[in-house]
């Protein structure tokens, strides 16, 4: 292995057996293969990259990609089915939370627990003790078993010993969502501390907006398969044309010059003149399974969509660049002057922002039985990087009174990727100028 690189993964694969009983995976265990009832699965298949020394380096891909369990054959937790890993420098790893600690054992004990397991001596974990309780804050909770602590406390304490134990190369997998606002800035300024001093970064992680911000290199997964890696934004983008919808053959067929749609996405949704049916711009998306829908349904949302700024069908959109909201509303009944609308929610329910047809003074006046309108809201994406729920609705005033004809409340989760996060939700995309007297 050459000697600027730290990881080098060759080949990797792991094979899962997944029986049918409780009695064929005893007898599995213990070795007996005929006679019982399994099937394998393909946790990674031949997956192939490298690390270099001092980058810091995001892995992608949707839940099952086999993200975790690439982190987990690194640092030897699993052992590949198939292929090998080479390291170079001594590994501290984050992998889950309270992963390596003992729940009857003190904070301070499983300080020198985990230390020694990653082959400190207590001299060398004595020296980096104030360090560790410093970053950790957790008090004189440090002193009880940690069974008595809450889940943030737990992962302070933890990532607390992964990152000051100072390792060569420090990998964390997830294990930070868990920490509130303060601590994630606190974990994210000792990556900057890592790269600047040369040290090797490798996390997992679906905030795509850390990937964007912090790392060097990206990786993405998808159903164990290694589908590509290069920079962050072009590793998001391949993944937001997964999220869309598309294979990944059509994917690297795209990115070889070879690929041909098989007709436009952005097409009116319904049937073709073969009779065959096209493809509806709503079955790129993963629609909330708890959707909020209710209405008189006199007139019905029939189809919708977020565009990035290039066209593309996605979910997932770049902060600072253009992007639309469409939908398709169909008509089963006269409605004079519906109003269309949108609006972002946090996670937690808050209203953040959105407009209407009537805001915006574009009303279609009457909508007759029959009548099909596609509407499209385009505007810059300045949200700050994170998850929101996108809702829309068509509704009207009928003599004072508020008509609900289709709500969607929820319909989809939108991911903002950011480089830049200022305060609040909205940034204000200020320009900053200094002058010295």
């Not at 004990?109 to 309780?133: A, P």
């Amino acid at each position: 292995m050459d000697n600027d690189i730290a990881i080098k993964v060759n080949n990797v694969s792991k094979v899962y057996n997944l029986y049918e009983t409780n009695k064929d995976r005893a007898l599995g265990m213990l070795g007996v293969r005929r006679g019982i009832k399994y099937r394998e699965h393909n946790a990674l298949k031949d997956v192939s990259f490298e690390v270099k020394k001092g980058d810091c380096v995001g892995i992608i891909g949707t839940n099952g990609a086999g993200k975790s369990t690439m982190l987990k054959i690194i640092t030897g937790v699993l052992s590949p089915t198939r292929g090998d890993v080479e390291i170079d420098g001594r590994i501290s790893a984050l992998l889950e939370l309270g992963a390596g600690f003992n729940s009857l054992y003190t904070g301070i004990e499983n300080i020198y627990l985990n230390g020694t397991m990653i082959g400190f001596t207590k001299e060398e974990i004595d020296e980096r003790l104030d360090d560790i309780l410093e970053f950790a804050d957790i008090g004189d909770f440090v002193y009880q078993p940690v069974k008595t602590y809450s889940s943030g406390m737990f992962v302070r304490l933890a990532f607390a010993v992964a990152i000051n134990i100072d390792p060569e190369i420090l990998i964390v997998d997830e294990a930070l969502s868990v920490g509130d606002a303060f601590f994630q800035n606190k974990c994210f300024k000792k990556f900057e501390d890592f790269k600047e001093r040369g040290k090797t970064i490798l996390f997992v992680s679906h905030d795509l907006s850390s990937i964007e911000r912090y790392c060097s290199k990206a990786i993405l997964l998808d159903h164990g398969i290694n589908v590509g890696e290069g920079t962050p934004g072009e590793t998001i983008n391949r993944y937001k044309k997964l999220m869309s919808g598309m294979s990944v053959k059509d994917l690297k067929a795209q990115e070889e010059g070879t690929y041909v749609p098989g007709g436009s996405e952005a097409d009116d949704s319904g049937s073709s003149g073969d009779g065959k049916k096209e493809k509806k711009w709503k079955d790129s998306f993963q629609i909330n399974p708890k959707l909020d829908e209710y209405g008189i349904m006199d007139a019905k949302i029939t189809d919708f969509a977020i565009c990035d700024e290039q066209g593309n069908l996605s979910a997932t959109l770049i902060k600072g660049y253009k992007f639309h909201i469409k939908y398709k509303v169909e008509f089963f009944e006269d409605v004079q002057d519906p109003i269309f609308t949108y609006t972002f929610k946090t996670l937690k329910g808050q209203d953040i922002t959105g407009t209407n047809t009537m805001y915006e003074n574009a009303g279609v006046g009457l909508a007759k039985k029959g009548d099909v309108y596609v509407i499209d809201f385009e505007q810059e994406m300045f949200l700050q990087g994170g998850d929101y729920l996108l809702s829309i609705s068509c509704t009207s005033f009928k003599d004072g009174s508020l008509i609900v004809h289709d709500r969607m409340y929820d319909v989809l989760l939108i991911s903002v990727v950011s480089n830049k996060n200022t305060v609040g939700f909205y940034d204000m995309n200020s320009t900053v100028s200094i002058e010295k007297q």
